[in-house]
C-alpha cells in the first residue's frame, strides 16, 4: 500500500475515529490536537443511526450506552414552569432500532481515543501551522515541535479548522450562519433536577434548555437569534451578552444566569455551516465540521463525523493508498447525503427558537401533535432515517 503516514488534525470525534479506522486498513496514523489534553464539558448530543452502528464495529456501542442517556420526553414549559408541550422519545428508539442514545460528546470523544492508544501516535498542545506539499508527500510545521513528514494530512479539526485554512482559504469563504448564536454550560447541585427529561423554555427569537447530567451536574443550552455581526470572544462580554438576552425571561432564568456568573467553562459559537465544492486538494483532505459542518443545532454532527471518517479510510483502502482515487470517492459517495443533513439542519434550527410568536404557538402546536399515533414517525422518520446504505469494508487489521 502506498501513502500509509497520515497526519490527522483534531482530537474531538472525526479524528480519532478516523485514526482507528486508519489504522485497521493498514496506515500508519498520527493524531495532533491543539489542546493540552481531551476536553471536558460542553454539550451533549444525540448518537443515532449509521453512526452508532460504525460504533458498534468498533466495540463501543455497550460503553456508549453505559456513559448515555436514555431520555423519556422533551418537554417545553411556559414562564411558570408549566409543561405546555412535549412528546416523549419512544419513536427515535422505533425508528433506529434502538440504536439511539445521548451522551456527552466529550464521553464520545474520551471512549474513541481508548480504542486508539495503542495503534496510533498521539500529540497533545500542538498545532500545523504550515506545510509544503510535494511530489511525494507533505513537508508539515508544528507550532511547538520540528517539521516532519507525512505522506498524507486530514483535517479534521471542527467548523474552526486550521488545516482548511491552510490549505483552502480563511472559514468566511465556506461559512454560512444560520442567524442563531449558541452557548452551554455545565453546573453542579442544580435544582431542580428532572432524570431523563429535556426541558426547553422559549421566548421569541431566543431558548434555554435545562438537562440533568450524571454525578450531580446539570447542562444548560442557550440558542437566541443574532445579526450578522461577529460574536465577543471574551468570557465576560459573551456572559454580558447572555445576561442582556435572556434577564427578562420566565421560568428559572434569573437562577440559571445566577449560575453563569460562577462558571468560566462556557461554550459560545455561532451557529454555522460549512459549505465547500470539495473537501480535498493534493495530498490534503477534510472530515467531519472541517468539510461539512451541519451546524451544531443538527444534533447530527458526531454520527456524521463517524461516518466520514468510516468512508474516508475506507475508501482510502480500496484505492489501495492512492490518495487522489480515494479522496474523490469518498466525497462522490457522501455530498448529496451530507447536503441533505444541511438542509434539514437549517430548518431545524429555525423550529428550535422561532423568532415571533406566532412561530412559537406553531412550533408548540406542532409538537403537541406528535402524541398522534404515527405523527411524529411521519413528520420525524425523514430527518432521522439514514438513507443512505454503506459499504462494508474489509478492514485487513481490525482485529489486529
Not at 498524507?152 to 479539526?157: K, M, S, T, Y
Amino acid at each position: 500500500m502506498t501513502n500509509r503516514t497520515v497526519l490527522i488534525s483534531g482530537g474531538g470525534i472525526a479524528g480519532p475515529a478516523l485514526a482507528f479506522w486508519l489504522a485497521a486498513a493498514g496506515f500508519r496514523p498520527t493524531l495532533i490536537e491543539q489542546a493540552p489534553q481531551l476536553r471536558a464539558g460542553g454539550y451533549v448530543i444525540d448518537f443515532w443511526g449509521h453512526g452508532y452502528w460504525i460504533a458498534e464495529r468498533m466495540g463501543l456501542a455497550a460503553d456508549i450506552n453505559r456513559v448515555g442517556y436514555h431520555v423519556r420526553e422533551m418537554r417545553i414549559v411556559n414562564d411558570s414552569g408549566k409543561r405546555v408541550a412535549g412528546f416523549g422519545t419512544d419513536v427515535f428508539g422505533e425508528l433506529t432500532n434502538d440504536r439511539y442514545v445521548t451522551l456527552a460528546r466529550s464521553d464520545l470523544a474520551r471512549l474513541l481515543f481508548e480504542k486508539i492508544k495503542d495503534t496510533t501516535e498521539i500529540i497533545f498542545g500542538d498545532e500545523i501551522v504550515g506545510f509544503e506539499e510535494r511530489s511525494d508527500g507533505v513537508r508539515v510545521r508544528l507550532k511547538h515541535g520540528a517539521e516532519r513528514e507525512f505522506d498524507l494530512v486530514i483535517g479534521a479539526d471542527g467548523l474552526h479548522s486550521g488545516v482548511r485554512r491552510l490549505a483552502f482559504g480563511p472559514r468566511h469563504q465556506f461559512e454560512k450562519k444560520l442567524g442563531y448564536a449558541v452557548a452551554a454550560f455545565e453546573v453542579e447541585d442544580y435544582r431542580p433536577r428532572d432524570e431523563d427529561v429535556y426541558l426547553m423554555y422559549g421566548q421569541p427569537g431566543r431558548m434555554v434548555g435545562r438537562f440533568t447530567l450524571h454525578h450531580n451536574r446539570t447542562l444548560f443550552l442557550f440558542v437566541y437569534a443574532v445579526d450578522s455581526g461577529s460574536l465577543p470572544k471574551a468570557l465576560g462580554t459573551q456572559k454580558q451578552m447572555l445576561r442582556e438576552k435572556y434577564e427578562d425571561g420566565g421560568w428559572e432564568c434569573a437562577h440559571i444566569l445566577e449560575e453563569l456568573d460562577r462558571t468560566d467553562g462556557l461554550y459560545f459559537d455561532s451557529v454555522s455551516q460549512i459549505r465547500m465544492n470539495r473537501w480535498s486538494q493534493g495530498r490534503i483532505a477534510l472530515a467531519g465540521d472541517a468539510a461539512f459542518c451541519v451546524s451544531l443545532l443538527a444534533g447530527q454532527g458526531s454520527a456524521l463525523a463517524i461516518i466520514s471518517a468510516y468512508v474516508l479510510a475506507g475508501e482510502l483502502l480500496e484505492a489501495d493508498g492512492r490518495h487522489q482515487e480515494g479522496f474523490l470517492n469518498y466525497e462522490a459517495f457522501l455530498r448529496e447525503y451530507i447536503q441533505k443533513k444541511q438542509r434539514g439542519a437549517k430548518r431545524f434550527a429555525a423550529a428550535l427558537a422561532p423568532r415571533t410568536q406566532l412561530g412559537l404557538l406553531i412550533r408548540n402546536l406542532v409538537t403537541k401533535a406528535f402524541a398522534v399515533p404515527g405523527l411524529a414517525r411521519a413528520v420525524i422518520g425523514k430527518e432521522i432515517t439514514d438513507e443512505i446504505q454503506l459499504p462494508d469494508y474489509r478492514w485487513p487489521f481490525l482485529d489486529s
